[in-house]
């Protein structure tokens, strides 16, 4: 039995009657190509290879993807392990050699689950839709609406990128060793048409960073440097309005704004 290593947050799942209600809500078809991230023991990568799907895996500890790495002993190539930190493992090339929309699928380390998901969600095409089993607190400030004390920087830049479904929870006790909190298996589907359109990634990832950075001020504080009074009134936004107020279309005004103002083409 492998011991979960704390450096890597790692609580595996074995709740077999959990695992299958994931599978069920993925759904895998045979042919279909999955970027699975931190596969752990298996417990999801062998549902989807009896399923026929074709699948990809980065696993940062080398004990496990050697494990892992036996599991194709036929060198059929329908498993492919890939030893790295998926953090910094670019997507794009695997999107490229896959050929087709990838799926992804992933139960995430909760000390990173806020940077993984930005850095899956950042490319515009290539990926069909993404089950990750997340802390339910992360879940629900990704899902959080405008108002709310738990919408933020996660909020808008996720709903920015995705539609997000969450699906149902996960107990402590499905994995071992039992995390402290609560689980939440959720779907993300990337938009097909952007509701922001082409408004520059960076120029929103600086607007919503700044505006939510001390969330008590108002914007016009919150922003200064970045946006002015006169920027605002353009973007239609109160500059006494504090970040939780402004909605999603309201960040992408703000956006276009300082993308105008900062000379961004």
């Known amino acids: ?25 993925i759904a895998p078809r045979a042919s ?15 549902p989807l290879l009896e399923r026929g799907a074709r699948v990809t895996a980065i696993e940062v500890d080398r004990d496990l993807a050697a494990r892992l790495k036996r599991w194709d002993a036929s060198d059929s190539g329908a ?8 953090l910094t493992h670019p997507v794009e090339p695997l999107i490229e050699a896959a050929g087709q929309a990838l799926r992804v699928i992933g139960n995430l380390p909760y000390n990173l ?30 899902a959080a609406e405008p108002g709310s004390r738990i919408y933020g920087r996660l909020s808008v830049m996720i709903q920015a990128r995705c539609r997000i ?13 039992p995390p402290q909190v609560t689980s939440r298996f959720v779907r993300l589907i990337p ?12 120029c929103l990832s600086r607007v ?20 002015d009074d006169a920027g605002m009134a353009a973007a239609d936004i ?28």
Do not use: C, W
């Not at 479904?165 to 060793?177: I, K, R």
């Not at 938009?191 to 960076?202: F, I, R």
């Not at 700044?210 to 946006?227: D, E, M, S, V, W």
């Not at 500059?239 to 703000?254: F, K, N, Q, V």
């Open 79 to 86: 498993l492919q392990i890939i030893e790295a930190d998926a």
């Open 191 to 202: 938009h097909a048409v952007p509701p922001l359109g082409d408004t520059d990634t960076e």
């Open 113 to 142: 689950s806020t940077p993984l998901l930005f850095h899956l969600t950042a490319p515009t095409t290539g990926i069909h839709d993404l089950h990750l089993l997340l802390q339910r607190e992360v879940v629900d400030r990704m």
């Open 238 to 265: 109160d500059p006494g309005s504090r970040a939780e107020r402004i909605d999603l279309a309201g960040y992408g005004r703000l956006a276009r704004v300082l993308e105008h103002s900062s000379g961004h083409s």
């Open 165 to 177: 479904e969450p699906l149902f929870e996960v107990p402590p006790g499905a994995f071992s060793p």
């Open 1 to 25: 039995m492998h011991r979960a290593r704390r450096r890597f947050g790692q609580n595996f799942l074995h709740d077999p009657a959990i695992i299958e209600q994931m599978v069920a809500a």
């Open 208 to 227: 919503v960073a700044a505006a939510f950075a001390q969330r008590r001020k108002t914007l016009r504080n919150a922003l200064r440097g970045l946006i």
């Open 32 to 46: 279909e190509r999955f970027l699975e991230i931190g596969p752990g023991s298996g417990a999801l990568t062998r």
